[in-house]
């Protein structure tokens, strides 16, 4: 079945930089819109970034300036480049896709992001 497998967390002080990536298998990765969400805890899953198949890009409020999503359809992989991270965003962080031609839609399984120092 379809696979997304996220990796790159881990524990980072304020300021600092992680890299997020997650590999997509058993998929046509070039007809799906990917995104980024996190769930901090006792709060709900929000929208952090997404990029269409197209390339377009999409931020939320909260990480506009810092992070920033890309794809690379060669690879099958999504990446978000998190910069000048910030206590608040410690959460953990799944990626999401789904084909634009059809209901599927997926989930990785979430990789924990700490800033703290």
């Known amino acids: 079945q379809v696979q997304l497998v996220e990796s790159g967390g881990g524990l980072v002080q304020p300021g600092g930089s992680l890299r997020l990536s997650c590999a997509a298998s058993k998929i046509i990765f070039r007809f799906y819109n990917m995104a980024w969400y996190r769930q901090a805890p006792g709060k709900q899953r929000e929208l952090v970034a997404i990029i269409t198949t197209t390339g377009t890009t999409n931020y939320a409020d909260s990480v506009k300036g810092r992070f920033t999503i890309s794809r690379d359809n060669a690879e099958n992989t999504v990446h978000l480049q998190m910069n000048s991270l910030k206590p608040e965003d410690t959460a953990v962080y799944y990626c999401?896709?789904?084909?634009?031609?059809?209901?599927?839609?997926?989930w990785g399984q979430g990789t924990q992001v700490t800033v703290s120092s």
């Open positions: 999401w896709g789904r084909n634009v031609l059809g209901p599927e839609a997926n």
